[in-house]
């Protein structure tokens, strides 16, 4: 999935990320997109890209997004902030006092 706008090291990057992602087993089809994705996101923060949405400039870099949001390092499931948010959305009274097994609870009493 290289691009012809991309330049050799971002064709690189693309072959390096896809390659690893294999490694691990990820499916090709998959293994491209997130590659594809990268790269692109990575063009976006440097100025590459001609065109790129707010999100892709101003979130975090891809590298540093992928150790931190993998999903290897932590339990499964949603955290406690975004368990606090969706039960802020439904109203769920005394939802700032509740530990994360609580609003869980509450949550899925609503759902």
Request: net charge positive.
């Amino acid at each position: 999935m290289p691009q012809k706008a991309w330049s050799a090291k971002r064709e690189r990057q693309y072959e390096h990320i896809e390659e690893g992602l294999e490694k691990k087993g990820t499916p090709k089809k998959k293994a491209k997109e997130i590659a594809a994705r990268t790269v692109n996101k990575t063009r976006a923060q440097t100025g590459e890209a001609k065109e790129s949405s707010k999100l892709s400039r101003k979130d975090m870099s891809p590298s540093r997004r992928g150790g931190l949001r993998s999903g290897t390092n932590r339990p499964k499931g949603r955290t406690k902030e975004q368990l606090y948010n969706e039960a802020k959305r439904m109203g769920i009274a005394g939802r700032s006092k509740m530990s994360k097994q609580q609003l869980q609870r509450a949550v899925d009493r609503r759902k």
